[in-house]
């Protein structure tokens, strides 16, 4: 198994905080603390931010520090314009390009969903989506679309964490990967194209609903 580097692991660890809302919105970072907390240097932590900072999660004030970046809801059209055009390309590519690996991969994460009318929490169901997107980037075996596609869905995923308390239940959008994946598995772009529009178009709509007060 491959070791990943400590630059590595701050970026993950930090990067983990930041989206699942632990470090709030606008919360100043400290990076003494980060070092106390995570047992590493000084540079393992500042690659690490200023990797986040590329990505728009951190936002660096010369002579004032670094800070977590704000969520603007005035972003999530744009964010959103992006996805629904580079999502479904990602969707063509990992049809022509993906491998039974990657599909068995895939069947794997979604055996472990909660079966229609259990129980499901939305925190468990975000995990599987993004595992999901994540198998379809690699598959479509483009690194500048996976690192743009893998920049997008951090943010979408920190709006996703930002609405958890007022979101509804999504089972029903997070299984449209099952129709997904068969598409994928049956090397049909249209069609992979199609539903994966449609799966980003609905998770879109449902933000939208909570977050800005518009009717899904």
Partial sequence: MKQISLSQQAYQAIKQKIVSLEFAPGA???EASLRQEMALGRTPIREALQRLAQEKLVHIVPRRGMFVSEIGITDLQ?????????????ARRAAQRGSERHWAQM???????????????NEKLIAIDEACHQIIYEAADNQFL???????Y????????????RIGNMQDAVMEHRHIMDALKAKDEDEAARLMEKHIGAFQAELQSVMMGVPA
């Fill in 78 to 90: 744009k964010l959103f314009e992006a996805r629904l055009v580079l999502e479904p390309f990602a």
């Fill in 28 to 30: 100043v970072i400290n």
């Fill in 146 to 152: 996976s690192d743009a596609l893998t920049t997008m």
């Fill in 107 to 121: 069947e794997a994460v979604l055996a472990a969903a909660p079966a229609e009318g259990e129980a499901s929490d």
């Fill in 154 to 165: 951090a943010l979408s995923l920190r709006l996703w964490y930002f609405s958890l308390a």
